[in-house]
């Protein structure tokens, strides 16, 4: 019973996520704006856009590992802000336990 119950929590954490879907489109709307366009910007906002997919679907996947070390490869700024979003859809709890990273 409290496998099933862990379970079905896990899968509602993963299907929502919304504070990491917004992030994309944070980054999606920081791409296109003038200060992006103008500093020269907007590929480095696309890559944060997509570095932030890449792990939202290896969430949705339930590739917790795959998520995990690929989140240990990025720059400091996206990764941070990428733990601190999943932290939010989450808690601090699981994104010690599954991602490594310790939040407050």
Do not use: F, P, Q
Request: proline fraction near 0%; aromatic fraction near 10%.
């Amino acid at each position: 019973m409290y496998c099933a119950i862990m379970y079905l929590y896990y899968k509602d954490i993963i299907m929502k996520l919304l504070n990491l879907k917004k992030l994309i489109g944070a980054y999606n709307e920081d791409a296109s704006s003038d200060y992006a366009i103008e500093t020269d910007n907007v590929a480095m906002y696309m890559e944060d856009a997509n570095d932030a997919t890449v792990v939202l679907e290896y969430l949705n996947e339930e590739k917790i590992t795959a998520a995990a070390e690929y989140i240990n490869r990025l720059d400091t700024m996206v990764r941070e802000a990428i733990v601190i979003a999943i932290k939010k859809d989450t808690s601090s709890d699981w994104v010690a336990e599954n991602l490594g990273w310790e939040t407050r």
